[in-house]
């Protein structure tokens, strides 16, 4: 082993204490999580770090040889990306399921300081990517939506019609497309989160904003 290898696996092996402030919750697409991230941080005076609104961001400081999945998809149409494309393409082809850009997220917290404690947010918060990062099982959470949630979810925040998805060929089509991948993402947050042991909460249409605070609330064990 190299001596510069030696070193990245000593930064690795440091990286749970050095965000042993961070706490993690992310979840499929609809779940609630900015909104019990933002309350979450507002109560506890914490810094909430939302990784949507970094996207942009991440994506100008990455190169296609870093994250060719995301270039090629800077570079198609929106037809090609929502509806021309099976959910399953979609799914695995997706960048930030494939976990690229995760490591500007983590270099973002890195330059943070460790007071006053931090709240990350997202769906690119991958099971399997966080766990090493975490200093004690209960600094992560992932929100699983069912169907019916997140169908409610997405109809209370916009009306048929809009959102990006109006700017495709065939809105109805890409919206299907976009649901079923959710969807099939969900599925295997739910089956990473079982297999790697760690925590994750099922939100479902009888469960009020206040009862998904309480219980991520606990799952921190705050």
């Known amino acids: 082993m190299r001596s510069g290898q030696h070193e990245e696996v000593a930064d690795a092996a440091q990286l749970p204490a050095r965000l042993r402030h961070v706490l993690w919750l992310g979840g499929g697409s609809g779940a609630g999580k900015s909104t019990i991230a933002r309350r979450l941080a507002d109560r506890y005076g914490w810094r909430l770090y939302a990784t949507d609104d970094v996207m942009g961001d991440h994506a100008a400081r990455t190169t296609a040889e870093e994250a060719p999945f995301l270039h090629r998809f800077i570079a198609m149409d ?8 099976s959910p399953e393409v979609m799914l695995e082809t997706f960048h930030w399921f494939r976990g690229e850009g995760f490591a500007l997220i983590v270099e973002d917290l890195l330059r943070l300081p460790p007071e006053p404690r931090v709240i990350v947010e997202g769906f690119r918060l991958l099971p399997h990517l ?3 990062l975490l200093a004690a099982p209960e600094h992560a959470v992932w929100l699983l939506p069912t169907p019916a949630f997140r169908h409610s979810a997405i109809r209370r925040r916009s009306v048929a ?3 990006f998805v109006a700017r495709t060929s065939d809105p109805a089509r890409a919206g299907r497309n976009l649901a079923e991948r959710d969807r099939m993402f969900t599925a295997r947050l739910r089956e990473e989160t079982e297999r790697l042991r760690l ?7 009888a469960m ?3 009862d998904l605070d309480r219980r991520v609330t606990a799952a921190f064990g705050l």
């Open 199 to 205: 925590r994750s909460i099922e939100v479902d249409t």
């Open 208 to 210: 009020s904003e206040d």
């Open 161 to 163: 019609g809009e959102g």
């Open 78 to 85: 929106m037809d090609q990306r929502w509806v021309n494309r």
């Open 130 to 132: 966080v766990k090493p």
